[in-house]
């Protein structure tokens, strides 16, 4: 016998009956305690739901309307401007680029910069050193903000 029956003279119950209630009792309080939480969790996200939703339709009220296809004016092919096409562009520059990459990377200038934009060259940029790809995944996940 073990130091602890014979100081408290108490036996320890091995029957089944008592075995199969302990089991069941802890099996049920665990699964009440899932169950309530998984409550709290749903509660929880439907309230965080309703609160983004209500920001953005007051974002939605306070911003202006923007034109619909219907309030557009469609000028008429008649109101259009003519444009003579350009003549053929020749090689550019001596670098090899073909004048369609020149093309597209001036319209693109033209789309972020605006007219007053000055293209003075269109040289490929060479790397410093090779980048990984999952390196950069890596710290964008582990510095992005809460």
Known sequence: MDFFTLATALQPDNSVTFTLTVVIAGLG??????????FVFQLYGKMMTASQNRKTKKA???APEKETADSR???????MPVVEPLPPVEAADGNGIPPEVVAAITAAVYMTEGENAVITSIKPQRRRSPVNVWAQAAVLDNTRPF
């Open 29 to 38: 309080s665990v699964m009440l305690t899932l169950t309530l939480l998984i």
């Open 60 to 62: 939605l009220k306070n």
């Open 73 to 79: 004016h469609f000028p008429d092919i008649s109101e």
